[in-house]
Each structure stands twice: as C-alpha cells, then as structure tokens.
C-alpha cells in the first residue's frame, strides 16, 4: 500500500503569512495522481488541486499545489482567517487509494 | 449547480443493518462515477468504493471489499451504502463524492479524485 505522510501535523502561522504543506510517498505516485483538500469543521473536503498542481473549478490563487514523485507540496501563498482549517492530500494512481493524515493550519 | 444530497444521520445498534443514501442532481447523473469515503471520528478520509450509476458497475476498495454493498437506481439518480450487520466500528462519517476523471488502476480497480461532495452521513453504532 503506498502511505503519504502529511508535514507537518499542525502548522502555526499568522494571517498573511505563506504556509508550505508536505505530501511524501512511501514509493512514486503514478502520473502525478495526487490531489489536495481543504476540510472545515463540520463540513465535507472541499477539492483544491487535482494532478499535483491544477487548481480545482472556483480555487483562489493563492492556493498551489506542485511536487512530483513521491513529494509533493501545496503552498498557500498569503493565509486568509479562512484557511485556517485541515488539509488532506489524496493518491489515486495506485491501489488501495490512499489519503495523507491531514495537516492542521492554525492561528499563531 | 451540482449537487450531492445525502440522507440523515442514523443510530443503530450491533448487528442492524441499515442502508444511507446520496441523490445527485445538477449534472448527468448516469455519466460520472460516485464514490464513498468514511471519516471516522477524529480521524482522516478513506477510500472505500465507487459506483457507475449508468450500469451499476462497482469497485471496492480492498479494505472494504464484503464489508458494505454499494448499489445505485439510476431513475431517481441516488446511490447507495448499505451494510448487513453493523459494528460499533462502523461508527462514522460517510460521505459520497462525485469522480470527474476515472483512473484506470492494477486488479480491475479504477481510481480518481473527488470534485463535489454531499454533506456527510452520520452512522453511530452503539448497545
């Protein structure tokens, strides 16, 4: 099974600030299948990135994803209060499908 | 607009069964695959099946291959997740998502991300 682990497990930053998230692979995601979601509380994922780096439909610019391999990363380049949630990212170029544990962006 | 309707929470007890919903509507529904991932409590997502409404063509994640049933009626664009004999572990989120592109995977498996989402199903299961 290939297992992603998301760094780190919480990131504490300030509003306006960028934050790096981490995707690695326990071996090469076929094709680049990686995609990326932002989970608010009480809510379902919302898709961000799909294939590594294509933002989703409705996606400000301020999210990025890129990385190839077996890391990956999303950016987001000036943190609004509602960014401020859980991100997951997900394989889907191998079998069993898998998801990262989340990393958890809060408020410093 | 696109959207995924899924049915209300449940509370059931060991060894009930119980069948949740999710009706699309917004889109051609027969067109695109749906999945379910289950959330547990505090935990992260997991990958446990898809469905092609169009012909009810079925993929299981291995983990949860004989563990649910995953069905769709195509003439009131609902699918379904249903379990014979629920554990305490069953206890989750459920949510069923739409596929825009499908993967084609090893082992007959099709794989792929998820672009809309329905707002989750809470199942409890407790004596």
């Known amino acids: 099974e290939l297992v992603l682990t998301q760094s780190p497990g919480t990131l504490s930053l300030s509003p306006g600030e960028r934050a790096t998230l981490s995707c690695r692979a326990s071996?090469?995601?076929?094709?680049?299948?990686l995609a990326w979601y932002q989970q608010k509380p009480g809510q379902a994922p919302r898709l961000l990135i799909y294939?590594?780096?294509s933002r989703a439909t409705g996606i400000p610019e301020r999210f990025s994803g890129s990385g190839s391999g077996t890391d990956f990363t999303l950016t987001i380049s000036r943190l609004e209060p509602e960014d401020f949630v859980v991100y997951y990212c997900?394989?889907?170029?191998?079998?069993?499908?898998?998801f990262g544990q989340g990393t958890k962006v809060e408020i410093k | 607009e696109v959207q995924l309707v899924q049915s209300g929470a449940a509370v059931k007890k060991p060894g009930e069964s119980l069948k949740i919903s999710c009706k699309g509507s917004?889109?051609?529904?027969?067109?695109?695959?749906i999945g379910w991932v289950r959330q547990m409590p505090g935990k992260g997502l997991e990958w446990m099946g898809i469905?092609?409404?169009?012909?009810?063509?079925?993929r299981y994640s291995p983990s949860f291959q004989g563990q649910v049933a995953i069905s769709a009626d195509k003439s009131i664009s609902a699918t379904y997740l249903q379990w014979s004999s629920l554990k305490a572990s069953d206890t989750a989120i459920y949510y069923c998502?739409?596929?825009?592109?499908?993967?084609?995977?090893?082992?007959?498996?099709?794989?792929?991300?998820?672009?809309?989402w329905g707002q989750g199903t809470l199942v409890t299961v407790s004596s």
């Open positions: 917004g889109y051609s529904f027969t067109n695109y695959w």
């Open positions: 071996q090469s995601v076929r094709s680049n299948y």
């Open positions: 469905i092609y409404p169009g012909d009810s063509d079925t």
């Open positions: 997900q394989q889907y170029g191998s079998s069993p499908q898998t």
């Open positions: 998502a739409r596929l825009p592109h499908i993967v084609v995977l090893t082992n007959n498996l099709f794989g792929g991300y998820f672009d809309y």
């Open positions: 294939g590594a780096s």
